[in-house]
């Protein structure tokens, strides 16, 4: 196509960075957009917009998203890519310094500010176009699809996330997301299930509850102090519409209570799977990063998941190299890991970020101590896992079918209820005599788990 050729769609290419609390701000924003006029397309040398949602959580994060911005760059040089433009946390916390810095955005929007996007697209644009095909281009907008949906979804159509409130007020002291986020904002109960419904209808088999802290969902939604928890409504509901797999991810410690416990259990769809965010187990550490639980009440309630549902799967965050952690802090986080029965866990060092509690605290770790903690720690954690996984051999699971293997020809790639997407471990299926084709993929079929393979499961059909 031709760079000056203003008379084809205007396409618009949509990178999301970071969690997938992101993603569906990305999912709303492009639906926006193709109310608008703008065309989605996953080639950035067709773009006329490219667009990066960044992330700005910790300094690794933050780095990769510049790099991205960075990269993109190059496709204004030849003229057909007309605005490099920045949204998201990295865009909402830096907004003052990185214009400055980084002339190759044309346009920076936080996260209090994808409703504008379109609208903000379109007057950059008036700017860089000749204004005879602007005017044109902008009065012979595309009609937007017959009942456009509020969401464009970027996962594959049988999974999806539903985002059930905003922001944090938990106040973690190593956390910046309240600065970036602003405090807890829960959605209305009833948008979520209309939203639901939506997804249900399209096909969707498995929903994915997300939010920066899940548990603590409705509590804004009350004037009364000390209001408890929306949550177990909301599951107790959503069960109503038969999702095969109903998931809770970003169950924050302090909010999973005796309710929340009974509602995971006497919901058919959900699935027995648990993401909980615990950061450390020595009471020294927990205290200085101002969490609620300490280590016993931490033990006893892993204790308690396990009495009401005793299958199930913990997946949880840790983090190496708090100011302040001492070997044997260390030590004790160590054991823990070793003989919790944790089955999944994501590691991180701490990221020293400005404006939060923790980033004048004393006792800075040195990063060669972070990254010697991270290895010992991720290491006992794999071992562990992989133990955990030999449980599973000679039983039959019900799975989410979701893409032939690229590493493994002759599988195909599925997920159980005790593997959420993106972050887990994957189950190989083999695909004997080609039984398994494009018709199966998102469909819910019947394995048995015959071996182990480090992070993985293999099954075969029964």
Not at 109 to 133: C, F, N, S, V
Not at 199 to 209: F, H
Request: glycine share 4%; net charge negative.
């Amino acid at each position: 196509m031709s760079i000056n050729n203003f008379s084809e769609p205007l396409y618009i290419y949509f990178d999301t960075m970071g969690c997938a609390k992101n993603l569906v701000d990305s999912e709303y924003a492009l639906a926006r957009l193709a109310a608008a006029g703008f065309v989605r397309t996953d080639d950035p040398f067709l773009a006329r917009v490219v667009v990066v949602n960044t992330c700005g959580f910790i300094n690794d994060a933050k780095q990769e998203s510049i790099n991205r911005l960075l990269e993109l760059a190059y496709l204004k040089q030849d003229g057909r890519c007309l605005l490099l433009v920045a949204t998201g946390c990295l865009a909402q916390r830096y907004r003052r310094q990185l214009p400055e810095e980084m002339p190759e955005v044309d346009l920076w929007l936080g996260t209090e500010e994808y409703d504008e996007l379109p609208e903000r697209l379109w007057q950059a644009l008036e700017g860089k176009m000749p204004p005879k095909e602007y005017k044109k281009l902008r009065k012979n907008l595309p009609a937007p699809p017959f009942c456009q949906p509020p969401r464009c979804l970027l996962t594959p159509p049988y999974t999806a996330y539903l985002k059930i409130a905003e922001g944090c007020s938990n106040c973690c002291s190593f956390c910046a997301i309240p600065n970036i986020r602003g405090p807890l904002h829960s959605q209305p109960l009833a948008e979520l299930l209309a939203e639901a419904k939506r997804l249900r209808a399209t096909g969707v088999q498995e929903l994915c509850l997300i939010a920066q802290d899940t548990t603590a969902y409705g509590r804004d939604l009350s004037s009364r102090l000390g209001s408890p928890s929306l949550l177990p409504e909301l599951l107790r509901e959503l069960d109503k519409l038969n999702f095969p797999m109903l998931r809770l991810l970003y169950a924050y410690p302090e909010g999973i209570d005796d309710e929340l416990l009974a509602a995971m259990r006497d919901c058919r769809s959900f699935c027995h799977y648990l993401d909980i965010p615990l950061q450390h187990i020595s009471n020294s550490v927990l205290h200085r990063m101002n969490r609620l639980l300490d280590k016993a009440q931490i033990v006893e309630l892993l204790a308690k998941l396990r009495e009401y549902l005793p299958d199930l799967v913990v997946r949880t965050t840790l983090m190496v190299g708090f100011p302040g952690e001492t070997e044997d802090d260390f030590a004790e986080l160590l054991d823990f890991a070793a003989n919790a029965e944790l089955d999944w866990a994501g590691v991180f060092q701490y990221s020293q970020e400005e404006d939060t509690p923790a980033a004048s605290m004393p006792e800075q770790v040195p990063e060669e101590v972070k990254q010697r903690r991270y290895n010992e720690l991720t290491d006992v954690l794999a071992a562990a896992a992989a133990a955990r996984l030999e449980r599973y051999l000679g039983s039959r699971q019900r799975v989410l079918l979701e893409q032939p293997s690229l590493e493994l020809p002759g599988f195909f790639e599925a997920r159980s209820m005790y593997q959420a997407p993106e972050v887990d471990g994957l189950i190989y299926v083999q695909n004997e005599d080609g039984k398994l084709g494009e018709a199966h993929i998102g469909k819910l079929l019947d394995v048995e788990i015959i071996d182990t393979s480090g992070y993985d499961l293999i099954a075969r059909l029964v």
